[in-house]
């Protein structure tokens, strides 16, 4: 299985997917990536490192993850529902794929350390996670106004051995730890790895986690036809940097007859800029953290501010394939808001018995419209994570309308 997740044709050699992507970084840093880019190219190639990773996604994470014919969600909306159980893998999300392929790539470097930033923690403590199996350090950045937010992931970091490093400037949240952590990689370059926690940042990171994440969708291709005896007819992911989303629609997207659905967040107010994160249906073509992509701009060019309840997603640009995808039209992309996610987040609780991550209840929502409106036929959604770590702020925010 791991073998067919090597093997994609894009992006170009510069990292481009179409106008896409690519490399808009300074030259000291271009240095760096040209190495990574090298390395993870032999690395790729490499049976040993293919078999090491594969037996890591079987034992460790607990691949493949099954896949859930959800009858009851099925009934009610009138089409046939799919579930890919990604909330099952150890940690409780997809995250874990490609930061377990990271660390090795680092271990295979002769790196000492894994370095990234990260907002609500998720990714922390995915990467935190690799890092403790493969035996790196590993230094997460952290504004300090998430750092009181979301103290259980960084309890949770610190226990599996991680540094946090607190950001104590500007406005003290993600973008602001995206800038201290690259700082701390320019200054050390050759004794850390950047572990980027999506589809994004400059080339190799958006091919490279999405080859990690494609495990996803070749499992789930053998699995759907051996369940059903054929494709199905309609796939659905959320998307904030895209990499659930890549990793389940990566090896469908020659089959025509598939169609592929991409779920933004539309926050509070998909009209206002600021009260969402919807980049690819309402930004336009910017450059932003090394690449070039759709992504939210306040007037003067700079990434616009974003919100949404699930803070997974609210990221002001994409992954460059998805912006590619949607200038194709291969990719329908659509959004879901605040409301209609929680919501969501609630029915899949009550008449399946699986709590979802927020994140994942925006693809879950848009999926029972799609079944709803339309004679769709087969819907496999990516449950791309678990909602425990959404419990106490679900119940605190909108528990009174559920009767909790
Ligand atoms: C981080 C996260 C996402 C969003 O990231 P993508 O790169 O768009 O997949 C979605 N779901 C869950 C559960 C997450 O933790």
Sequence with gaps: MTDNIFNCELPDESGYFGEYGGSFIPPELQEIMNEVTKAYEDIREDSEFREELAELYKHYVGRPSPIFHAKNLSKKYGAPLYLKREDLNHTGAHKINHCLGEALLAKKMGKKRLIAETGA???????ATAAALVGLECDIHMGEVDIAKEYPNVVRMKILGANVVPVTHGRKTLKEAVDSAFGAYLADPHTQLFGIGSVVG???YPRMVRDFQSIVGAE????FLEMTGKLPDNLVACVGGGSN??????????DENVAMHGVEPAGRDINVLGEHAASITHGKPGVMHGFKSYMLQDENGEPAPVYSVASGLDYPSVGPQHSYLKDLGRVNYAYINDKEAID???????L????????SSHALAYACKLAKDNNSGTILINLSGRGDKDIDFVVENYGSNYGI
């Design 121 to 127: 923690g998720q990714h922390g403590v995915a990467l």
């Design 202 to 204: 400059p080339h190799p």
């Design 220 to 223: 789930a291709k053998e699995q």
């Design 245 to 254: 989303a890549m990793g389940l629609f990566t090896a469908f997207l020659k």
């Design 344 to 350: 969501a987040f609630f029915e899949l609780s009550r």
């Design 352 to 359: 399946e018995g699986i709590i979802p991550a927020i994140e």
